[in-house]
């Protein structure tokens, strides 16, 4: 069986038709990876700068079981003392 040369320019047209849309479409694919690798570095320093880290959280916690603490001893100690009176 042989292929007439219009056949083969056919083929050949056809492959490189569809090498074309592959080309076009990895482009488009890899482009928008790299703008989402963008949108997360950007959202990442938006996230940085604007929320509290656990160590902060943490210590903000530390410090008000603290203060509570405190004043639960100070509401013990006015209790001790009108009890006395």
Do not use: W
């Amino acid at each position: 069986m042989t292929i007439s040369p219009e056949m083969l320019n056919f083929i050949l047209l056809v492959f490189g038709g569809l090498l074309a849309l592959i080309k076009v479409a990895l482009f488009y694919l890899f482009r928008s990876a790299h703008c989402n690798n963008r949108d997360l570095a950007e959202h990442k320093l938006f996230a940085a700068r604007n929320y509290a880290t656990q160590d902060d959280v943490k210590e903000a916690v530390n410090t008000l079981h603290k203060k509570i603490d405190k004043l639960i001893d100070e509401l013990h100690r006015s209790n001790l003392r009108t009890r006395r009176d």
